[in-house]
């Protein structure tokens, strides 16, 4: 992370007066439009909206939106990784949300892969199976966490460096050398 804190490209977005501001821009408007849309699905699969409109007519609209924001997310965020790599790789708030966008992912794949198969006997369902329910809720809590851990990693609060408990050094993967015995 240090090289990749050195190299140009991240030199040259840290320090640009607006490039950063304007991916930090983008990434929070395609996570309002990625999260939105799955958040609407999530509800349905709860069936808490639109219990008359079938499932599968909602994944045909909404999951283009979804992936639309999805892949500029991951884009936007990827930039501002690089922009700051040594201090968001050490930061707590970074680490809980890598593990919760993988948590998400896993289980998206679930429902895309399995319980979304069986769609055709539950798509209109009202309430829907456990296993369809179980899903929308869970979406709906990692992406709640995910917003939220992603939010706090603007704060320097945990940074390597400052005098904190050692379980925080430990899950930020600060090294002796780089906390200073004299910080507060």
Not at 29 to 49: K, M, P, Q, S, Y
Not at 85 to 93: A, C, D, E, G, K
Not at 150 to 164: E, L, P, T, V
């Amino acid at each position: 992370m240090q090289w990749l804190a050195e190299t140009e490209w991240s030199i040259a977005l840290h320090e640009s007066q607006y490039a950063y501001a304007i991916v930090e821009s983008i990434h929070v408007w395609a996570l309002c439009l990625f999260v939105g849309f799955a958040a609407l699905l999530d509800l349905r699969l709860l069936g808490l909206v639109f219990p008359e409109v079938p499932v599968t007519h909602m994944t045909r609209r909404v999951l283009p939106w979804t992936k639309v924001g999805f892949t500029v997310m991951v884009a936007s965020g990827v930039l501002l990784v690089l922009a700051i790599p040594f201090r968001t790789y050490h930061n707590v708030f970074f680490r809980a949300k890598a593990v919760l966008l993988v948590l998400a992912g896993l289980n998206a794949f679930v429902f895309h892969r399995w319980t979304y198969r069986t769609v055709g006997a539950w798509d209109t369902t009202v309430p829907p199976p456990r296993a369809v329910w179980v899903t929308g809720l869970l979406s709906l809590v990692l992406w709640t966490a995910i917003v939220f851990s992603g939010r706090m990693i603007a704060y320097n609060w945990f940074d390597c460096g400052k005098r904190q408990p050692p379980l925080i050094n430990a899950v930020a993967g600060c090294t002796p050398d780089m906390i200073d015995p004299y910080s507060q």
